[in-house]
DNA sequence: AATAATTTTTAGATTAGTCTAAAAATTAAA
DNA sequence: TTTAATTTTTAGACTAATCTAAAAATTATT
């Protein structure tokens, strides 16, 4: 089922879910994915997998040759990049102007950024007065798919003393997201390091100089920082 | 290919469109609804209206006995006023906040009435600061569904010297709607009945005491107005 | 280098939604 | 009240996307 049958150039909302994902993992993982990852990534088995890919070769939107995995063509990568934008101009909407909360604003997303409309997403755009980063600092392209990645270390390579700005997260799930609203941490909050325990590498955090909390290490691998200054 | 398979309440977007086109169908055709009607809205073939018929009465959507008719269940209706609910909220979110004009937001309405998320429906509504019509003038359905029809009558009703407020269209398509933006006539804009010719029904008018225009009875009919004071 | 384990692909089936062509039912006309 | 025209339904086929089970290719281990 096509969204739109009068153009050829259209993808169907599963078409653009695999390339998204697809982008995503060579984002992490490196340059050629994996059947199995994809199908890890899209929660579906390898079969359904295999079918997609020699659909998406056939459109030229993915470089695919059996058994020796996938790159995105130029096409497939700029299609990538306009459903993530959409989706974080989304999320940016939802937070800002409907006063969503961060950890309630994916799911929508989801479904928002497979809205065809290169108005809407231009408009959209303008109206939140052009975002560099979405309610979780992650960065959104650009309306020529042009993307900026800012460079922050996870939080738990900084050292005692160090005093730094939260700007992302690793793990997007609600439950982290709830669990960092209820420590008091937020993007732009500032975090110094007081403490570093060396048995497993928790931190004792002073956050906005005004409450002090500690955080496993698995917490800290999941909080994006800079130095301060 | 369902949208969300976690929940039996829900439907594709083809079962809502057929809902919908269901709902409009009986509000202004009457109260049994035939395959072949269903078929042109549409634009579909009546074998694959019988087949989706067949569905929506599985699933207690409407009332279907072969050769017999559609009507909609109050489940089906509700759902349907759902559906024009989140399209009308649509139009006016494009409209008023994106400066979208009248003649460019249906397509993409179409497309996002099918957005789930009770949450981003409410929100959207507070938003626009609950609007009781859409940017065509047509009545929004409530968050319980009720929907309050303006009593308006075709322009081509009123008679000589009748000034009139003109309070919505019959005739959606962006052609009609850019014929009115160049003939100056927009939603709530006054309309005096200068003189009526006798031949053809066509009308001399007056557009907010500005500028005098003749319209034909084929533009007359898709007019919606109502007596001034 | 041969065998075992893993990954990937094929084969075949299923479901939603669509189509055309033909059969059946209803409605209109003679 | 038969016959003709129209409407509606069935039958059978197609596509996109999915699945399971089995075959083939690749990679890892002895
Ligand atoms: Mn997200
Ligand atoms: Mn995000
Ligand atoms: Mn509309
Ligand atoms: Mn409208």
């Given at each position: 089922m096509y969204i739109c049958s009068k153009f050829s150039t259209m993808q169907s909302f599963t078409e653009e879910n695999y390339l998204k994902a697809i982008y995503k993992l060579i984002e992490q993982e490196g340059d050629v994915i994996t059947t199995n990852a994809i199908a890890e990534k899209m929660r579906t088995k390898a079969a359904s997998v295999t079918d997609m890919l020699k659909r998406l070769a056939d459109k030229k939107l993915i470089h695919y040759k059996k058994y020796q995995g996938v790159t995105l063509t130029s096409k497939g990568e700029k299609i990538a990049l306009s459903i993530i934008r959409k989706h974080r101009l989304w999320e940016m909407f939802l937070v800002?102007?409907?006063?969503?909360?961060w950890d309630e604003v994916h799911e929508v997303a989801e479904q928002l950024?497979?809205?065809?409309?290169d108005k809407l997403v231009e408009q959209l755009d303008k109206f939140l007065s052009?975002?560099?980063?979405?309610?979780?600092g992650d960065p959104i392209p650009d309306a020529k798919g042009k993307l900026t990645i800012p460079k922050s270390n996870l939080l738990s390579k900084f050292n005692k003393h160090d005093v730094c700005i939260m700007t992302g997260v690793v793990d997007h799930s609600s439950g982290f997201l709830q669990y960092l609203d209820k420590a008091g941490i937020a993007l732009g909050c500032e975090i110094k390091i007081k403490d570093v325990v060396e048995?497993?590498?928790s931190l004792r955090v002073v956050i906005n100089k005004e409450h002090t909390i500690f955080i496993s290490n698995d917490v800290a691998k999941n909080i994006l920082a800079i130095l301060k200054k």
């Open positions: 800002e102007k409907l006063h969503f909360k950024e497979h809205i065809n409309s052009y975002p560099k980063i979405d309610p979780h048995f497993d590498r």
